[in-house]
């Protein structure tokens, strides 16, 4: 299978796991990721971005320091600016971040949903596929106008360096 084909496969895959959306991050090198894809709510990213949270968001910290998976309720007595507090305004109720680390780069994901907490099947069924993300775009530096166009088809946001 094709790598852009493979990409959007599993961004696609992510989409349906995740009800309430995904923002993912790959191959972050010096603090900038080369690709990052979003699908959580657009008034929430907005004002995560407005508000300077991912300096403060207690789930990157985690995911800068460790790798693995850590549920969003597991880091609550940590958010000290109450990132995870307003999140929940916005829906997002649930969820857990991820993060791989390899010799080169670090990935990492938060993952979310409104209804209830992820069983562990689920969890690690979308670690696996982050993963498997990490993988296939190692090595990729832009996607194509045309590759971009069918992700956003998706309602997925994207942006790279």
Known sequence: MDKRANIAGLLHELDELCPLGFAIALHIKY???TFLFQTFPEKWTDAYARNGFVIKDPAVHWAFENTGFVRWRDLRQQDKSGVMEMSRDFGLNYGFTASIHNDHSRTL???AR???DYLDVEIH???DKLQQLDVVTAGIQVLSKTDTDALQSMSI?????
């Open 31 to 33: 603090n900038a990721p």
């Open 114 to 116: 409104a209804d209830r």
């Open 157 to 161: 946001r994207m942006t790279h360096r």
């Open 109 to 111: 994901g938060g993952f």
């Open 125 to 127: 069924d979308i670690c």
